[in-house]
């Protein structure tokens, strides 16, 4: 499914192939866990529930739609801004 999103965008497409996007992103829930501001006790599942949120829309309409147009600079903003937004909900330290 992954690789259909990617497939013009090569260089995402070869980290996403080499395994390295959602572990490199793991690590960097740590600062703000050692900080209060997270409560994680999985950083490469909490990784994978970003970015599960962030490709869902997309990866959807690709598989389901007959999109054709790359989309907007806005659209892709939306999509990061709404998946920060719930990831924050469920991981945010109450």
Avoid: W
Wanted: proline share 6%; no cysteine; aromatic share 6%.
């Amino acid at each position: 499914m992954l690789q259909g999103i990617v497939t013009k965008q090569v260089e995402l497409g070869a980290l996403v192939n080499h395994g390295t996007i959602i572990p490199g992103t793991a690590p960097q829930t740590e600062p703000s866990t050692s900080r209060g501001l997270l409560q994680v006790t999985d950083p490469l599942l909490a990784a994978q529930h970003l970015n599960y949120l962030i490709l869902s829309v997309p990866a959807n309409e690709a598989m389901f739609s007959t999109r054709d147009k790359p989309y907007s600079r806005r659209q892709l903003q939306r999509y990061a801004d709404e998946a920060v937004r719930v990831f924050m909900a469920a991981y945010e330290r109450r």
